[in-house]
């Protein structure tokens, strides 16, 4: 997201609070600004719904260096362990290597001046207390605003803390939010007090200002002094500000008829957003018909105690995490909370098997987006599969139909989590543990860890063939074919590769996955010299994807089409193919296929004479590998294109011209690398090099295993039995 400073000049970030809806504070945010200013951690803290979030928000945009602002918002984390990955997650971050998110998040913020704000910390806080220790420690360029209801206790924290809304301030807000409900309210009496009664808490006057479609301010104000008087037996002015908003949540939620209760202690039970499907499946049942809840989510949606939001996978809904807990509390009362979240763990095993199947499809784009949008409430799906009794079969089948998020959304590491903790679990349903075993096997191969890869695949084959399951055996070999690939054993990946075809033929297995097996044969077949082979494998499968309008298992066989061009002597067919492909590989989110296609794009480059370009777009590729694993996966086939480019490079521009444009390649960042990747127009150069009539030869030794490797042909399939 791109927001702009009060000056004009753009920041770039992911603050997705309203920053027009700011009303008052004025001087709290100047000294915000001071505060942000004179120390590297600042936490402002306060009582639940004062405004200090909104608040940050409007202060971190004005206070931004040049690596802009951005937002974790922690308040959906359960789990003080996922922290870190809640970091990586919100910087838009994505890590194929076996090293956890700490170290992902330091290498990326290394040397940038970035202000990182964590919200809604106060559940996790000795986690982050000890991330933001350790980031402060090794970065010296960050700086970062911490909002919680209590301070981190960092050496060298700043605190801020943050007050109700003076008088003034607290009215205009009222009649601000009067006018967003639609109701026309004129500052008098009655206003200033009811602002004085809610003690000027932000949240309670918006929760009082979601009533004025049925209530005058008059109205409100008597209401509220009786509900103060039932819920604290005594005077107003005793009561501790702490828990003035609780009385004014309990009374806003004293309003609501029976059935809106209800469903918002139901709603309590999603972790972040959801949708409305979602809360009808959900929270239907037990006095609650599935046809009403639309129209009691529409009276919470009036009453603020929800906020709509428009998003990439249409209207979703949110809870403010105070009003969560305060419809928690209530669910626990009631004795339903553990029907409640079954049934939220049976949704979303439901959604994640329909984006399985969906993947294989013209839908993949929505697949990926719905996936990345429910990833909050799919980890507490996940989380109660694996600590409830009787839930291993369940959380196998979860953690293994996600593959395809794991492996090409750029989740490998916290896939890789869910997984190891599944597959330790004995099941009564032994194909989910197959299942969970080769998406493990394959999740490792990708990261480069052979030995747990192996020791995946090879129990699960084994298991397989004791259980007589041809699918699981096929996905075993297929996995264990994708890993001799990328370790440079051309042979035995052939073999691997076409049995496991093989027998997906017979068992009629199509999709994603078998597609991506023929895909990885065909670039088996290249490195070999086979070129003719390579490229009929890759054009039947581009076929099968535009029949099927697959489009992720289709930018790989686009891959080794541009590789077969390019070795024919056809730069400008390879640049067209590779310009396809990357596209699709940025949709996707897909880091190792962007890296991989940039790479070739600056060898093509070259080939076309441009070789300060190639240079650039080598150190642009070469500034994105940590993110994925040793370069090129240490292999010596990836590698000779890479070796080639850089050789005639340095021999037309000089040593010292070539290690000047990877440096200015290095530091385009990577969204700015693809986009200039996409918009290159080939030279007319008459020094272009001519390319090889065959494949690039490699000259340099098998790898070490013991590093990182990963292949570029890395998806596949949806079942295992």
């Known amino acids: ?72 918002e922690l308040a959906p984390v359960r789990d003080p362990e996922f922290v870190d990955y809640a970091v990586v997650e919100a910087l838009g971050l994505t890590d194929h290597t076996t090293r956890g998110p700490r170290e992902t998040l330091l290498d990326h913020l290394a040397g940038r001046g970035l202000l990182l704000v964590l919200d809604g910390f106060e559940h996790l ?42 008088e003034d301030e607290a009215a205009a807000l009222f009649l601000d939010r009067a006018a967003q409900h639609g109701a026309v309210v004129e500052d008098g009496p009655d206003v200033r007090e009811l602002c004085r009664r809610l003690d000027g808490i932000p949240l309670a006057i918006e929760l009082a200002a979601g009533r004025l479609r049925a209530l005058s301010p008059a109205q409100l104000l008597e209401r509220l002094d009786d509900r103060f008087r039932l819920l604290t037996g005594g005077g107003r002015d005793v009561l501790p500000r702490h828990q003035t908003l609780r009385t004014a949540i309990g009374w806003s939620h004293e309003l609501c008829t029976p059935p809106e209760r209800l469903l918002w202690s139901r709603l309590s039970v999603f972790a ?57 509390e209530w ?8 029907r409640l979240r079954r049934r939220h763990r049976d949704w979303y ?26 990833l909050p409430n799919l980890r507490c799906a996940l989380e109660y599969c694996l ?16 593959w395809f998020y794991w492996a090409g959304c750029g989740r490998l590491s916290e896939g890789r989590h869910w997984l190891e903790q599944a597959v330790r679990e004995e099941s009564g349903n032994e194909q989910s543990r197959l299942k969970a075993l080769w998406v493990l096997g394959y999740v490792a191969t990708l990261q480069g860890d052979k030995v747990p890869a192996l020791a995946a695949l090879q129990e699960c084959r084994e298991e397989a063939e004791r259980m007589a399951s041809p699918t699981a055996v096929a996905y075993a070999e297929h996995r264990a074919g994708c890993l001799a690939l990328v370790t440079d054993d051309m042979a035995r990946a052939e073999t691997l590769l076409r049995s496991a075809l093989d027998r997906y033929q017979e068992i009629g297995e199509l999709n994603s996955n078998v597609l991506m097996g023929q895909v990885e044969l065909a670039m088996a077949r290249a490195f070999q010299g086979d070129l003719p082979a390579a490229v009929r494998l890759s054009e039947d499968v581009r076929q099968v994807c535009e029949d099927h309008g697959e489009r992720w298992a289709r930018t790989y066989a686009l891959y080794v089409l541009a590789y077969a061009a390019w070795s024919e002597g056809d730069p400008v067919r390879a640049r067209d193919l590779l310009t396809d492909c990357l596209s699709g590989a940025r949709t996707f989110r897909d880091l190792l296929g962007s890296v991989l296609t940039i790479e070739l794009l600056a060898l093509v480059t070259a080939a076309e004479g441009d070789f300060t370009e190639a240079a650039v777009l080598q150190g642009a ?78 000259t340099t030794a098998t790898p070490d295993m013991r590093e990182p490797a990963a292949s570029p042909t890395r998806k596949g399939g949806e079942t295992a039995g």
Do not use: I
Not at 130 to 143: F, I, W, Y
Not at 387 to 402: F, I, M, V
Not at 621 to 643: C, D, K, Q, R, T
């Open 1 to 72: 997201m791109r927001v702009h400073q009060p000056g004009g000049t753009p920041v770039t970030g992911n603050l997705p609070l309203e920053l027009t809806s700011f009303v008052g504070r004025s001087a709290e945010l100047a000294g915000l600004e001071e505060a942000l200013g004179a120390s590297r951690l600042v936490t402002v803290t306060g009582a639940g719904g004062v405004g200090k979030s909104r608040l940050a928000a409007h202060a971190a945009v004005r206070s931004a260096g040049a690596g802009g602002v951005w937002r974790v």
């Open 621 to 698: 590729a070469s500034a994105m590998w940590p993110s994925v694993g040793l370069p090129l996966f240490g292999s010596a086939y990836y590698n000779a294109p890479h070796e080639l480019c850089e050789a005639t490079a340095r021999e037309r521009l000089g040593d010292e011209r070539y290690e000047e444009c990877v440096r200015q390649g290095a530091r385009l960042g990577r969204e700015t690398a693809v986009s200039r990747a996409l918009s290159g127009a080939p030279a007319t150069s008459m020094d272009a090099v001519p390319a090889p009539r065959g494949p690039v030869r490699h």
């Open 125 to 166: 806080v000795d986690a982050c207390a000890a991330l933001t220790a350790d980031l402060l420690r090794r970065l010296p360029g960050l700086r970062v605003l911490a909002v919680g209801r209590r301070p981190l206790a960092v050496a060298g924290e700043q605190l801020f803390p943050l007050g109700p809304l003076e």
């Open 349 to 374: 095993v439901g959604l994640a098997t329909w984006c399985e199947l969906e993947w294989f499809s013209p839908r993949q784009y929505e697949v990926a987006a719905r996936v990345e949008a429910e």
């Open 387 to 402: 600590t409830e009794p009787d839930g291993a079969p369940l959380g196998q089948y979860l953690a293994g139909s996600l």
């Open 272 to 328: 972040g957003r959801f949708d409305l499907e979602a809360a009808e499946y959900v929270c239907s049942g037990g006095g609650l018909a599935a046809d009403d809840v639309l129209d009691v989510l529409s009276e919470l949606l009036a009453q603020s105690v929800l906020a709509r939001e428009e998003a990439a996978t249409g209207v979703r809904y949110r809870m403010l995490d105070t009003v969560r807990a305060y419809g928690a």
């Open 331 to 338: 669910l626990e009362a009631t004795g339903d909370a553990a």
